[in-house]
């Protein structure tokens, strides 16, 4: 794993459908000075910056490093640009620090943004190349037989999704940062919204944002104000044409999860880890994940939804800032994971704070549901 | 620093046209070339480079990982940048100590798409790509600042292109001539042709790089800078980030046998030359360089491969790599690589 490393400052701007008061250049400033503000720190003392967000047909800009790079006062640095599908935000995080566990650098700045309003992402993932299929369906589309299938062999009930979706919604809610903020949110609301992909209802998917999320690394000499320590890090990957594949509860998942916990030193994820921000872009990849990642046995993870445990105030809570279930801007999407879970072990996640956070996992994953990003970051030094 | 090795490279015969190849069948025989030199079939991590507008949809290194054989599944990332900074990001990955292998590629077919069009989607969205300057006239506006000699020019296409004519896996193109130009001052010949092809290096540390290779490439530097977006706010006549991102490398702490440059315009060719100090018998691009085959997105990792090859064939002791990305050398990637 190599050199210790740390998040020692979280900027975000506040998730809404169209920032038209800033351009992207503004929009990941905002989310960068933010940062750099928590750590005390200006852009004088970054020797790296790191950017990443999902494809760039979803705002027209191709490679946008090059032209963010004034923005991010990178100019006579190193700039690296990240693209990984949806998973994209926690491999941005993953790569600023593997430049501090290498030895590279000792202060990092890993930015990673959407502004969705740009463009249409629906649009942009339905595309047709030649000699490929093409669903032209979007993401929703896409997982939804997925989740089909999980629903039979887990002969889940019907309305776990519903409670998903009224769980993070009730959390963004003590979120200031949060796009969808429902007052009263609640079962009854969700399941009156439309039907979009059976069995995914209109409130079940995550909303389209505009929003940046930064974070300042640094080497364990640099640290600097409140760090959240980096216990593990991975990233996984498996193709999609492979046949006999389980799109369900993908293998690269459940060895990438193997990977981190072993670096942490964790047996026992629902036991050791006290709260968990993981991508659940539709309301059913709660139970599917809670699965996948050894939270619970195979099968059985809609239990844990349903009784609770995954709540604010439950044993495990997850995506207590709301998820990507309440705020999407998609190339961002996985890095906001990444920084929940460090404001939690940093004790400074505000009114969703989970009493006594010591250990937390960031999560994201992309592509077909095969490209997987994990962190472990801890209130104590590994 | 760990001791990090270039132990094998593969590239494309690339082609100045489409072949129907689709991303995977482009890649795969690339892959299966570093496999069989490397003699590794698994690696302790990958990344690649490619870019989706070449394609005109995302996510083009999704299928690229078919590929790959991934089963098990794999520790992999990708940069939406030319391969050389996946090589990079796979460089710093080995610098951890917990893993002695990497896998590198990148791949690209410019013939899919107007390249020269493309790239004007890479400026600033608000203020420069609705002015819809394009690559060439970019391009052209830093050769006039630089104010570079006609025959300069033409001797560094007539040199690249015979050199490229050597080399079996560069196009063949005849020696520049006519009076024209593709936007003054550059001529068409000036601007690198229209590529399709992929490359594909295998890096390992330490004692496992000497076990496998019989005279590794020893990347002793490696170091990258960007500069400012703006045309407007730079100085044109020179490429102040390849000079610090070289100073940084170490290119200067001795003798430079071969450099490759990624000078995708004759002129910056010389603009590259005096940014990185290079020695006047240093031998620039024998492979032919850019001017003679251009797969965008591997172009740059080829440079380094290329330098790489001519230490893995004792060819030369000391050589430097150098990868550019953005606007008019706005972004630069320097490589030494040493037997």
Not at chain 1, 308 to 330: C, E, R
Not at chain 2, 158 to 166: E, F, K, L, V, Y
Request: charged share 20%; with cysteine; glycine share 10%.
């Amino acid at each position: 794993m190599g050199n210790r490393c740390a998040v020692i400052g979280v900027g975000q701007t506040r998730y809404q459908t169209k920032r038209r008061d800033v351009s992207i250049a503004g929009l990941v400033r905002e989310a960068a000075l933010r940062a750099l503000e928590d750590a005390g720190l200006t852009f004088k003392d970054i020797d790296a910056v790191v950017i990443g967000k999902a494809p760039d047909l979803f705002e027209g800009v191709m490679m946008p490093e090059a032209y963010l790079a004034d923005a991010l006062g990178a100019a006579g640095k190193p700039m690296t640009r990240v693209h990984t599908a949806g998973s994209v935000g926690g491999s941005t995080a993953l790569v600023g620090a593997s430049l501090i566990q290498g030895g590279v650098h000792d202060r990092v700045l890993v930015v990673a943004f959407e502004k969705q309003s740009e463009s249409n992402a629906t649009w942009a993932l339905s595309t047709h190349l030649p000699f490929n299929a093409s669903l032209v369906v979007g993401a929703g589309g896409y997982f939804a037989p997925h989740i089909r299938e999980y629903m039979r062999r887990s002969a889940a009930p019907d309305h776990i999704g519903t409670l998903v979706a009224v769980k993070d919604r009730q959390n963004a809610l003590k979120n200031p940062y949060a796009h969808l903020r429902i007052p009263g949110i609640n079962r009854q609301m969700v399941e009156s919204t439309p039907m979009l992909w059976e069995p995914i209802r209109y409130l079940e998917t995550c909303p389209s944002s505009d929003g940046a999320c930064a974070m300042v690394l640094a080497s364990e000499d640099k640290v600097t104000g409140t760090p959240a320590w980096v216990h593990g890090t991975a990233m996984r990957s498996e193709p999609m044409a492979r046949a006999d594949r389980d799109t369900v509860s993908p293998q690269a998942g459940k060895d990438c999860a193997a990977d981190v916990y072993r670096q942490a030193g964790i047996t026992d994820p629902r036991r050791e880890i006290d709260v968990a921000e993981v991508y659940v872009p539709f309301s059913w990849y709660e139970p599917m994940w809670l699965e996948n990642l050894g939270f619970a046995p195979e099968g059985e993870g809609w239990k844990l939804t349903e009784s609770g445990s995954t709540a604010l105030d439950g044993d495990i809570p997850w995506n207590a800032s709301g998820g990507v279930l309440s705020s999407n801007p998609i190339g961002a999407s996985g890095l906001i994971r990444f920084a929940e879970a460090a404001q939690q072990v940093r004790g400074m996640a505000g009114e969703h704070q989970v009493d006594g956070a010591r250990t937390a996992l960031g999560h994201a994953y992309g592509g077909g549901a095969q490209f997987f990003a994990m962190w472990i970051v801890g209130a104590q030094k590994p | 620093m760990r001791e990090v090795a270039v132990i094998a490279f593969a590239q494309t015969e690339h082609t100045d046209h489409d072949e129907g190849l689709t991303d995977f069948e482009l890649i795969h025989p690339v892959i299966q070339e570093v496999k069989e030199r490397s003699g590794l079939s698994r690696f302790g991590f990958t990344c690649s480079g490619s870019c989706d507008y070449l394609a005109g949809a995302p996510f083009s290194f999704v299928s690229a990982l078919d590929a790959l054989g991934a089963w098990p599944p794999i520790s992999e990332s990708h940069v939406e940048m030319d391969a050389a900074w996946a090589l990079y990001e796979a460089w710093v990955r080995l610098q951890h100590g917990d893993v002695d292998t990497a896998l590198v590629y990148g791949f690209g077919k410019s013939s899919m798409g107007d390249l020269r069009a493309i790239m004007t989607l890479q400026l600033d969205p608000y203020y420069l790509a609705p002015l819809g300057l394009d690559q060439v006239s970019f391009a052209a506006l830093q050769a006039n600042a630089y104010g570079a000699g006609r025959a300069e020019l033409d001797e560094i296409v007539r040199r690249s292109r015979a050199d490229g004519r050597n080399n079996p896996r560069a196009l063949d193109l005849d020696d520049p001539s006519g009076e024209e130009f593709e936007v003054e001052p550059l001529r068409p010949y000036d601007v690198a042709p229209i590529t399709d092809g992929a490359a594909a290096i295998v890096l390992a540390a330490g004692d496992l790089a000497r076990e496998l290779a019989e005279r590794p490439a020893w990347i002793t530097g490696i170091a990258h800078r960007i500069e400012p977006h703006y045309l407007g706010m730079r100085d044109l006549t020179r490429s102040p980030s390849a000079e610090a991102a070289g100073r940084a490398a170490g290119v200067g702490k001795g003798p430079v046998d071969v450099a490759e440059l990624h000078a995708q315009f004759s002129h910056e060719e010389l603009i590259l030359r005096e940014a990185l100090e290079l020695p006047a018998e240093t031998v620039v691009n024998p492979s032919g360089g850019p001017l003679a085959a251009n797969p965008v997105m591997a172009t740059g990792l080829i440079r380094i491969g290329e330098a790489a090859s001519r230490i893995l064939d004792g060819g030369a002791g000391r050589t430097v790599a150098h990868a550019t990305s953005g606007p008019c050398l706005q972004h630069n990637l320097v490589t030494v690589l040493e037997a």
